[in-house]
Nanobody, 117 residues
Framework: QVQLVESGGGLVQPGGSLRLSCVAS????????MGWYRQAPGNERELVAS???????YYVDSAKGRFTMSRDSAKNTVYLQMNSLKPEDTAVYYC???????????WGQGTQVTVSE
């Protein structure tokens, strides 16, 4: 079992920055990939960024050039640095881990990001 706890959300003006953090605990040795998803009201949850054990990263097109996902293995933590934020980035952001041979999903509780004047 993998447990995830996010932090770092909040209210920011357009053009501002936020850094989300996600601390993993439990069976962290079994994690294959970690990712950040977001869900805005009325929308489906979408993958924003991910990072594999080998360090390969993926970003949704709307995040490229603005968001950076990184990890600190010593702290069992992944980060999502979000710059040049736009109102359309407003959503609840969820940390995700896929673990084991069957890539089981674990989710954090979510953290609200609101981009508004």
């Amino acid at each position: 079992q993998v447990q995830l706890v996010e932090s770092g959300g909040g209210l920011v003006q357009p053009g501002g920055s936020l850094r989300l953090s996600c601390v993993a605990s439990g069976s962290i040795f079994s994690i294959n990939t970690m990712g950040w998803y977001r869900q805005a009201p009325g929308n489906e949850r979408e993958l924003v960024a991910s990072i594999t054990n080998s360090g390969s990263t993926y970003y949704v097109d709307s995040a490229k050039g603005r968001f950076t996902m990184s990890r600190d293995s010593a702290k069992n933590t992944v980060y999502l640095q979000m710059n040049s934020l736009k109102p359309e980035d407003t959503a609840v952001y969820y940390c995700n881990a896929k673990s084991g041979t069957d890539y089981r999903n674990a989710w954090g509780q979510g953290t609200q990001v609101t981009v508004s004047e």
